[in-house]
């Protein structure tokens, strides 16, 4: 079906931060499959341990122990609030299965009227029907029928519109710490905090999505750990398998009470050659000093594109992010920088709220990035130059393709 606007590019291989075409060309990759290949492209304890999998045995179904999955489940656990652990295959399956944990442990502590979630306006949960109406997104809910029921959308980071929507009904507030595909906009702690609090006072739950912020992005292994303020359920996916698909909703034991045998299921969830991804990727992010790279190279990149903002103040508005979740918010339409970044042989990809993404592999050395910061700057004198040739027009302003 023709629901994506491709690029006409096709790589052929991949090494570390790099993607090659079938003749040869190199791109720089700040794109990382959208937030998943953490560990860059054909990383070779990944490669080797996936590869070693395959030979022994791909897939056993949920009937039998897996104790592949067993170990990745420990190990989110010991690194996390988390008690327990439900494997699936995508983000939005993880939103899903948190979303159902929640309505069920509402149901099980006897208030099953409890069932309405409050989400946040410009958030993205995923394409799922569900996932859709927690992100109320009119232009993807679209000619899809009934918007499903049971979701409360408040204005971003407004806190007096979420204490005036708690009511009855409400079972939990769900909200992305870092918000990815939105614009890569942050919230603060105190608000965090504060929605914390209100769930504690009311009964809810709190639920992070941390697929995209998750697994290292913002210099921690979640964001949540970042700003310190802990969640009931947790949804990942994106770089826990390293590339490989896998989703995980993680919860503590009082959260998935109601997550007893036969309550939730799925077919592929944490099949053995998906959790020799997913170990072999937490056996990178989990060894010292990989999160201090992380952290410092992330220091690193947001001062070098500081500087490029202050070089084109005619392009772009502000840096945003934390760690190597980063945007750009351009002042000529994100999709003409994105180009003119691409024509550099760099990948980049478009957010809302007109923002230019920047999302290189966590392993990205001090040398690579030097290369990509030196890119983005040859597109944006580019730019600079032809759109001031162009005419001195108002710039128009558009949305970036989110998801
Ligand atoms: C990408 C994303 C999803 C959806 O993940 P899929 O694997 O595409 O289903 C959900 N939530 C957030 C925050 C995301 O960034």
Not at 84 to 110: D, H, L, P, W
């Amino acid at each position: 079906m023709a629901t994506f606007a491709r690029v006409d590019l096709a790589f052929e291989r991949g090494e570390g931060v790099w993607l090659v075409t079938k003749d040869g060309e190199r791109y720089l990759d700040f794109t990382s499959g959208v937030a998943v290949n953490a560990l860059g492209h054909a990383h070779p304890h990944l490669v080797a341990a996936v590869t070693e999998q395959a030979q022994k045995l791909w897939h056993v179904s949920n009937l039998y122990e897996v104790p592949e999955a067993e170990r990745v489940a420990q190990r989110l656990c010991a690194a996390s609030f988390a008690d327990v652990v439900f494997f699936c295959n995508s983000g939005a399956e993880a939103v899903e299965g948190a979303i159902k944990t929640a309505r069920k442990y509402q149901a099980v502590s006897e208030q099953p009227e409890r069932y309405r979630i409050i989400t946040f306006e410009g958030a993205f949960h995923g394409r799922t029907l569900a996932t859709l109406a927690a992100g109320g997104q009119k232009k993807y809910l679209e000619g899809f029928g009934p918007v499903v029921e049971g979701f409360d959308q408040v204005p971003f980071a407004d806190l007096t519109a979420v204490k005036k929507t708690i009511g009855a009904q409400t079972a939990a507030i769900m909200i992305e710490p870092l918000m990815g595909e939105g614009g890569v906009r942050s919230v603060e702690p105190s608000f965090l905090r504060a929605l914390r609090e209100l769930c504690d006072q009311n009964g809810l739950l709190l639920i992070f999505d941390e697929v995209q912020s998750g697994m290292g992005r913002t210099g921690e292994l979640f964001a949540y750990q970042r700003i310190g303020v802990t969640p009931d359920i947790m949804a990942l996916a994106k770089a826990l398998g390293g590339g490989f698909p896998v989703g995980a909703v993680l919860a503590t034991n009082e959260a998935a009470k109601g997550m007893t045998a036969g309550t939730h299921g799925s077919t592929f969830g944490g099949n053995p050659l998906a959790m020799s991804a997913a170990n072999a990727t937490l056996d990178i992010m989990l060894a010292p000093g990989f999160f201090d790279h992380v952290k410092k190279i992330g220091i690193l990149f947001k001062q070098r594109l500081a500087e490029i903002k202050d070089r084109y103040p005619s392009l772009i508005a502000e840096v945003r992010g934390d760690g190597l979740l980063v945007g750009l918010r351009a002042i000529v339409p994100a999709g003409e920088l994105v180009n003119a970044i691409r024509a550099e042989k760099m990948l980049t990809v478009a957010a809302g709220d007109n923002v230019v993404r920047l999302l290189p592999p966590l392993i990205i050395s001090e040398q690579e990035m030097a290369e990509g910061v030196a890119r983005l700057d040859r597109a944006c004198a580019r730019l600079s130059g032809s759109s001031k040739a162009l005419s001195s027009a108002a710039p128009r302003r558009q949305e970036g393709a989110a998801g």
